[in-house]
């Protein structure tokens, strides 16, 4: 029996190191923010051998965060290999952007437009195009997911609402989807770098777009399969909740799992495994 299970365990890391993909870190210069910016890209096995084009899932980070920490804290890349390679998630490109640094206070962060940081333009209008081209992704709605932790659970929200015609898929972990009450940063902080980004959050609060809707932004909202997941010890869940409450009112579909964690990367591991098979299953074949 011991034996029966120990190569069952060799089989299976076999089978995952035999379908490993890879992480590049790549950069692009971008006019609107008048700077570089690095961003990682997780290659599924075999990419550099295939001329075949890949869906794509945008893996966003958080506040005090960047291109980085998906893989470093996350484990992102050998969770993809593990899911790609049991065929619970399909061979797919994911790109890890970079929307700020760790020094909040002193560095601009966020994925809005802002004064000196036009982040959605950038986002929009040169970011999606080169990676798009560069690394052979479809390059469709149907093809194309996004996702994010926190600041980046908030930023594909409002990406998905303003952009339903882009996105197949939504999957918002812990997301920070407003700061009417001053979630993050409190009410009185000084009006530096946090300042903004906080108040940035607050201007595109994802739950009173839902709420302010008319009938036909709701039947484009339809369009795009909405996941909400957030810790129930998290700081954030009443967002996600209120978020999934002004959905179901306007009947726009959404799963929402509210489980046992809080606002930290072993949560957002575990969500990352839901999180790709999600995008793939809502991928066209």
């Known amino acids: 029996m011991k034996k029966h299970i120990l190569s069952l365990i060799v089989l299976l890391a076999f089978s995952i190191g035999a379908n490993a993909g890879k992480i590049v870190t790549d950069s692009i210069y971008s006019k609107n923010l008048n700077c570089w910016q690095k961003y990682n890209v997780y290659l599924p096995t075999g990419f550099?051998?295939?001329?075949?084009?890949?869906?794509?899932?945008?893996?966003?980070?958080?506040?005090?965060?960047?291109?980085?920490?998906?893989?470093?804290?996350?484990?992102?890349?050998?969770?993809?290999d593990e899911l790609i390679s049991s065929g619970e998630a399909c061979e797919m490109v994911i790109v890890m952007p970079n929307a700020g640094r760790y020094d909040v206070r002193t560095y601009q962060n966020g994925y809005f437009n802002v004064e000196d940081w036009p982040y959605e333009d950038f986002f929009y209008q040169e970011f999606i195009p080169e990676v798009e081209k560069k690394y052979r992704i479809i390059g469709d709605k149907e093809h194309r997911a996004i996702m994010g932790l926190s600041m980046g659970g908030g930023g594909s929200v409002v990406y998905s609402q303003r952009h339903p015609d882009m996105f197949s898929s939504c999957y918002a972990m812990s997301a920070w989807l407003d700061n009417e009450t001053g979630e993050v940063g409190g009410q009185n902080q000084k009006k530096d770098k946090l300042y903004i980004v906080c108040e940035s959050v607050k201007d595109n609060s994802a739950v009173k777009f839902v709420e302010n809707a008319d009938e036909a932004t709701v039947e484009k909202?339809?369009?795009?399969k909405w996941f909400i997941d957030c810790g129930d010890d998290d700081f954030l869940m009443d967002l996600s909740v209120l978020l999934y409450q002004q959905m179901r009112a306007k009947?726009?579909?959404?799963?929402?799992?509210?489980?046992?964690?809080v606002h930290n990367w072993e949560y957002w591991h575990t969500a990352l495994r839901m999180a790709l098979p999600f995008a793939s299953r809502n991928f066209s074949k």
């Open 251 to 261: 009947k726009i579909k959404a799963e929402l799992r509210i489980r046992n964690g």
């Open 48 to 80: 550099e051998k295939s001329d075949k084009q890949y869906p794509v899932v945008y893996l966003l980070h958080g506040l005090y965060g960047d291109y980085s920490n998906w893989d470093k804290s996350g484990g992102m890349k050998l969770v993809a």
């Open 221 to 224: 909202l339809r369009t795009v």
